[in-house]
Nanobody, 122 residues
Framework: QVQLVESGGGLVQPGGSLRLSCAAS????????MGWYRQAPGKERELVAL???????TYVDSLEGRFTISRDNAKNTVYLQMSSLKPDDTGVYYC????????????????WGQGTQVTVSS
């Protein structure tokens, strides 16, 4: 049982920056992979970035190096630093995590946060 709560979204001008945070809380054994997805109006949800508990990262190619994912395992928190933002980055950003609820031998269960709105506009 885990809850994911995102924060840090808002309105920003093109070229600006935002830092999203997602904190996991509740009763669980461990969290392996955490990630960020986004969904623009009228479009399908897409993967933005993933990070493992050891710090390995994966990004969608279209970001062109503008985003950075990181995590603080002690705080069970994942971050997304977004720079040089474009209007096409506008959308709802969702936190995602694979969680072992019972113990090390448990099958990971996938959880989603409620989403946080990011709007890039002048």
């Amino acid at each position: 049982q885990v809850q994911l709560v995102e924060s840090g979204g808002g309105l920003v001008q093109p070229g600006g920056s935002l830092r999203l945070s997602c904190a996991a809380s509740g009763r669980f054994f461990s969290i392996n992979v955490m990630g960020w997805y986004r969904q623009a109006p009228g479009k399908e949800r897409e993967l933005v970035a993933l990070i493992t508990s050891s710090g390995s990262t994966t990004y969608v190619d279209s970001l062109e190096g503008r985003f950075t994912i990181s995590r603080d395992n002690a705080k069970n928190t994942v971050y997304l630093q977004m720079s040089s933002l474009k209007p096409d980055d506008t959308g709802v950003y969702y936190c995602n995590a694979d969680v072992k609820n019972r113990g090390r031998w448990d099958t990971p269960y996938n959880y989603w946060g409620q989403g946080t709105q990011v709007t890039v506009s002048s």
